[in-house]
């Protein structure tokens, strides 16, 4: 069964920041097998020196991508912004909860084609 590839490396925009400066986090995806994976979803966790603020009663949300939280690039498609809100669209990033208690994000792809690469991105700001 093919594994999907996970690259968390990549090119830096900045080598330092300080507390309140803002980053842009992403995720690479590829598919580097022969066969389509159906029901693709990545879920991180948030960095546990990232803060990130979601939309409720009492905050406004950081959203730097028209107005949505999460950018979505599949192969050479142009990019799809996604909200922070589960059950908008394909996209969740929350402020809780995850692995070091700062929050996950997760889109769904439904399928993942054989072959294709892409990049999932949100911006928070150093804790």
């Given at each position: 069964?093919?594994?999907?590839?996970?690259?968390?490396?990549?090119?830096?925009?900045?080598?330092?920041?300080?507390?309140?400066?803002?980053?842009?986090?992403?995720?690479?995806?590829?598919?580097?097998?022969?066969?389509?994976?159906?029901?693709?979803?990545?879920?991180?966790?948030?960095?546990?020196?990232?803060?990130?603020?979601?939309?409720?009663?009492?905050?406004?949300?950081?959203?730097?991508?028209?107005?949505?939280?999460?950018?979505?690039?599949?192969?050479n498609s142009p990019a799809v912004n996604l909200s922070a809100a589960s059950g908008d669209d394909a996209g969740t990033l929350t402020s809780s909860g995850g692995g070091a208690g700062q929050g996950s994000l997760t889109v769904t792809?439904?399928?993942?084609?054989?072959?294709?690469?892409?990049?999932?991105?949100?911006?928070?700001?150093?804790?």
């Amino acid at each position: 069964m093919p594994v999907a590839g996970r690259s968390v490396t990549g090119p830096q925009t900045a080598v330092t920041g300080k507390p309140g400066d803002v980053l842009e986090y992403c995720l690479a995806f590829s598919n580097p097998g022969g066969a389509d994976l159906p029901n693709f979803a990545i879920t991180d966790d948030v960095p546990s020196n990232v803060k990130v603020t979601v939309p409720n009663s009492t905050t406004v949300m950081m959203t730097p991508y028209s107005g949505k939280s999460i950018r979505l690039i599949r192969g050479n498609s142009p990019a799809v912004n996604l909200s922070a809100a589960s059950g908008d669209d394909a996209g969740t990033l929350t402020s809780s909860g995850g692995g070091a208690g700062q929050g996950s994000l997760t889109v769904t792809l439904s399928t993942l084609l054989a072959g294709e690469t892409g990049q999932i991105c949100f911006q928070g700001a150093i804790r």
